[in-house]
């Protein structure tokens, strides 16, 4: 494995640290009294090594055992770490998939999270990950030297839920020197069990554009990212995807177009996720058509008729479909089965049908490395003229 890939900061970099410290202080006291600092190297939680294996360390002098169990998906083993001393337990693993790899630790068979390790939000809690570079261009992800964007954070009220509201903009690099510039937006969302972080720190959609946009491969864009979990104060909502489309259209865009140099209609404003995500924005493009004319739908289904819309007639009439929808994209990982074989056939179908869509797929599970891929795709075909 390339030293350049593994040792590249995207790699290591998460919620907590941009480019992880480990080190450690350690106090002295001289002849005279004083007492002196300085820092050494400390065990990494998780370190790739150049031969494929993965290292893992995690510090619990007291413990009696401590182990390490993947999440599903391309990591499904459990490993059982051992004592290598000065308190450190130690396991190298050589069985691991490429990919972005949440996992759990267990000190004693209490969960425990590892310090040393990168973190994110996932799976609904504060959660330790890694990245096994790997696959089909493993660097697409990467940080690399290219011009970058630049991510923001705004705060502004919801007329839905009554709480003010965070969100993420990425501007692209230029932004803020080209003032007579106007860009299309891509609302882009998180899955179930993650939030508006997500997007950023495992899915490094920032990177991904970045390079994208240094190679020519798509056109500039802001990228919105907003909390999925939108409800009503009085719980009228649905209770698995509330009511984020309302949110998004009433709160959400008018914020945006207002303070942003956007290009405000519906043929330039996107809206995608992945899983949860994806089911939102296939619900937010079906109600609201006037507002959104792309969407992007990963690991999420696919779905013309549910709650608050039927557009069952709209698809049955190619012309008008294909007025309504710029951009109808749908994906799914090859080992999320049944769905990716069904999304994929009723894809096709609508094709036949004269129905313009794109369905795109890859090897994977419901992870990360899966939804990289799928935005990779969609920013290439985004917004094209």
């Not at 802001?222 to 984020?244: H, K």
């Not at 951009?327 to 049944?338: H, N, T």
Request: with cysteine; aromatic share 14%; proline share 5%.
């Amino acid at each position: 494995m390339k030293k350049e890939i593994i040792r590249n900061q995207a790699l290591d970099q998460h919620a907590l640290f941009f480019d992880p410290f480990n080190k450690s202080p350690k106090f002295e006291k001289k002849e005279n009294g004083e007492t002196h600092i300085h820092y050494v190297d400390e065990k990494p939680g998780v370190r790739v090594l150049e031969n494929g294996e993965v290292e893992f360390n995690y510090y619990a002098p007291d413990a009696k055992s401590v182990r390490l169990e993947g999440i599903g998906g391309s990591m499904p083993q459990k490993y059982e770490l051992h004592p290598i001393g000065d308190g450190f337990w130690q396991v190298i693993a050589r069985d691991i998939a490429p990919g972005f790899h949440y996992h759990h630790y267990y000190v004693d068979g209490v969960q425990a999270a590892n310090p040393r390790a990168p973190f994110g939000y996932g799976c609904f809690e504060s959660i330790n990950f890694f990245e096994m570079p790997g696959g089909e261009d493993p660097e697409f992800y990467l940080l690399k030297d290219v011009p970058h964007g630049t991510i923001r954070m705004e705060l502004f009220k919801s007329s839905i839920t009554g709480r003010a509201r965070n969100c993420y903009i990425y501007t692209p690099p230029g932004y803020d020197t080209d003032l007579d510039k106007r860009y299309p937006v891509l609302y882009l969302q998180h899955g179930g069990g993650e939030d508006e972080t997500g997007w950023i720190w495992q899915g490094k959609i920032n990177y991904i554009i970045d390079n994208l946009l240094a190679e020519g491969k798509c056109g500039e864009m802001l990228i919105v990212m907003n909390s999925g979990y939108a409800f009503r104060p009085d719980g009228s909502d649905n209770s698995g995807v509330g009511s984020f489309d309302e949110f998004l259209v009433k709160d959400s865009v008018p914020f945006i177009d207002g303070k942003y140099r956007t290009l405000a209609n519906r043929a330039d404003r996107a809206v995608a996720g992945l899983s949860m995500g994806g089911m939102q924005s296939n619900i937010t493009a079906m109600k609201h058509l006037d507002v959104f004319a792309n969407v992007g739908i990963f690991s999420g289904g696919f779905v013309r008729k549910g709650q608050g819309f039927d557009l069952t007639g709209l698809f049955e009439n190619p012309e008008k479909c294909n007025e309504a929808f710029r951009l109808l994209f749908v994906s799914a990982g090859q080992q999320e089965q049944p769905m990716c074989d069904k999304v994929e056939a009723e894809l096709g179908e609508l094709r036949k049908n004269g129905i313009r869509n794109v369905f795109y797929s890859c090897p994977g599970y419901h992870e990360w490395d899966v939804w990289r891929y799928a935005a990779r795709e969609l920013l290439k075909l985004l917004f094209k003229k």
